[in-house]
């Protein structure tokens, strides 16, 4: 039987964790979120909802010397042709209060378990266990014979 999705409520307002980024409820508790905000419109009481992209941005070494940067986290929002994009959820928010100003709008992150994506992560890596056992065995195999 699978359980309710619990489901966090943070004005943008608020701080959503000590370092700003939401990803890293998943990261401390190995579970997966998907994130949105909820922008209310006072006048009309109109809800649009924008999805919200959490990525972790890395260079791959091209070259024996060079110097990788550290990952970087990013979250986007795409609202039609706006691209909102921010390292903080402070930047995230000031980049949609220039949006939906606060005499205007109430802003709302949301952050939902996502089961499937929890279920898709655990088959990807018994997958990759399966993939190590079987290289593992054939060298086995080979080096005996």
């Given amino acids: 039987m699978e359980l309710p999705a619990p489901v966090i409520y943070v004005s943008m ?3 959503f964790n ?3 980024h939401p990803e890293e409820i998943g990261r401390q508790s190995g579970r997966a979120f998907k994130y949105w905000i909820e922008v209310l419109e006072r006048s009309s009481g109109t809800v649009v909802t924008l999805p919200m992209a ?3 941005r890395i260079q791959l070494r091209v070259g024996r010397n060079q110097v990788i940067r550290p990952a970087e986290t990013i ?3 795409s609202e039609g042709s706006n691209v909102f994009e921010a390292s903080t959820l402070e930047d995230l ?3 949609l209060r ?3 100003p606060d005499e205007t709008h109430e802003r709302k992150l949301i952050a939902e ?3 499937e994506a929890e279920r898709r992560h655990e088959e990807a890596i018994e997958e990759l266990a399966r993939i190590f056992a079987r ?3 054939k060298s086995l195999i080979s080096s005996i014979e």
């Fill in 13 to 15: 307002g608020d701080e």
């Fill in 113 to 115: 378990r996502d089961y």
């Fill in 75 to 77: 979250l986007r929002i």
């Fill in 18 to 20: 000590a370092s700003g």
């Fill in 93 to 95: 928010a000031t980049q």
């Fill in 135 to 137: 290289a593992a065995a």
């Fill in 98 to 100: 220039q949006r939906y």
């Fill in 54 to 56: 959490v990525m972790t």
